[in-house]
Structure formats: C-alpha cells, structure tokens
T-cell receptor, first 119, second 113 residues
Framework: AQTVTQSQPEMSVQEAETVTLSCTYD???????LFWYKQPPSRQMILVIR??????QNATENRFSVNFQKAAKSFSLKISDSQLGDAAMYFC????????????????FGGGTRVLVKP | EPEVTQTPSHQVTQMGQEVILRCVPI?????FYWYRQILGQKVEFLVS????????KSEIFDDQFSVERPDGSNFTLKIRSTKLEDSAMYFC???????????FGQGTRLTVV
C-alpha cells in the first residue's frame, strides 16, 4: 500500500517570502499522480497543483511550483511571494494512474502541514 | 465552473440516530468517493463507487455505512447508527476518470452528541 509522509507539522513564512513544504511517498508503482491540496479554515479541499509521474518537468501554477524527484520519491511544494490568503493546511496526496481494476483509484493523503503567514 | 455540492454543511445528530449525507457530483463524472477527516487528522478514504456499485472500501467503512446513487445526480452516504467517533468532516469527491484529478465538495461537518 502507498504511504504519504509530510514531516513538517507547521511552517511559518513572512508575507512576500518563499516557503517550501516537504512530502515523501512510498510506492512500488511507476505510474501515478501527485497532488497538493489546500485546506483553509473553511475546511474545503482545494486543488493547488498536480504532477504526473511520467512527466519530468515540474508543474507550476502561478506562485506555486513543485520539485518532483521521482527516484527519491519526493514531491515538495514551493509557495513564492506568500500572501495572507495562503495561510492554510496543505495536504500532499498520491493517486495511482494504473487501471488494473475499473474501480477508480483512491487518494492517499499525508498528515498535512499548517502554513502560517506573518504580515 | 462545475463543482461538487454537499448538503447539509453542518449536521448535529444524537448518538444512535441515522444520518444521510448528500452530494451532487459534477454531472459528467463517473467515479464517486467519500472521505472523512476527523478534526486535526489526515483525510481518510472511506469508499469509492463506480457503475452503480462499490468498487473499493476501507476498513473504516463497516456495516454501519452505506452509499447509494438513487438517481442520476445524487450520491449519498448513510450512517445507520451514529457513534461519537463518527464526528468528523465528510467530503464527497468525483472524477471523470479513475485516476488523475478528483474534485472535492465543501464538506459536511457531522457532530454526534
């Protein structure tokens, strides 16, 4: 079974600065997706960014970018030019890409990292 | 933009009562999921549903839980006899494919007293 680990329970960043969140995962599969979800105080799960394992290029969405190291099974999220609205819990998640069964593959989440943004 | 909608946003129920949490997935999506998040903990998979049947369930999803897609739009999670430890945020999600991006609803906060 796949596992996802986020080793930083909480990270603090000054407004306009950069923060990097760590995520490692364990899998024997070669084809999968990785995601970062943001969960603000409202507790809604908002997709921030996705990475497909077969793509070597790191995904970027505006101020959010990832550093995907497939061999190291590492998937970190960098938030640049941090804004007050970035304060939230961030969850790393894994999803198999293979369709051995037509079941739909579940997401496996890490434990989350709380990001605090200081004005 | 299409979105997953969950109702109610918050439900308080007495221990032992039955609750039904409702979800309207994105209309052309084929795969449906329920996840649970106990306050302060990670998001946990409960069940996936495809082609009108459960395709996978976790050990959390015991006989007290059931899911149904009663019509072409709703997807429900029923808890037959709620326990205090069922208090959590319940998220519905859907996806067009069985892999790739899943879209989440805003969640239903269930409080069992």
């Amino acid at each position: 079974a796949q596992t996802v680990t986020q080793s930083q329970p909480e990270m603090s960043v000054q407004e306009a600065e950069t923060v990097t969140l760590s995520c490692t995962y364990d899998t024997s599969e070669s084809d999968y997706y990785l995601f970062w979800y943001k969960q603000p105080p409202s507790r809604q799960m908002i997709l921030v960014i996705r990475q497909e394992a077969y793509k070597q290029q790191n995904a970027t969405e505006n101020r959010f970018s990832v550093n995907f190291q497939k061999a190291a099974k590492s998937f970190s999220l960098k938030i640049s030019d941090s804004q007050l609205g970035d304060a939230a819990m961030y969850f790393c998640a894994y999803r198999s890409a293979g369709m051995i069964k037509a079941a739909g593959n579940k997401l496996t989440f890490g434990g989350g990292t709380r990001v605090l943004v200081k004005p | 933009e299409p979105e997953v909608t969950q109702t109610p946003s918050h439900q308080v129920t007495q221990m032992g009562q039955e609750v039904i949490l409702r979800c309207v997935p994105i209309s052309n999506h084929l795969y449906f999921y329920w996840y649970r998040q106990i306050l302060g903990q990670k998001v946990e998979f409960l069940v996936s549903f495809y082609n009108n049947e459960i395709s996978e369930k976790s050990e959390i999803f015991d006989d007290q839980f059931s899911v149904e897609r009663p019509d072409g739009s709703n997807f429900t999670l029923k808890i037959r006899s709620t326990k205090l430890e069922d208090s959590a945020m319940y998220f519905c999600a859907s996806s067009y494919q069985g892999f790739g991006e899943a879209f989440f609803g805003q969640g239903t906060r269930l409080t069992v007293v």
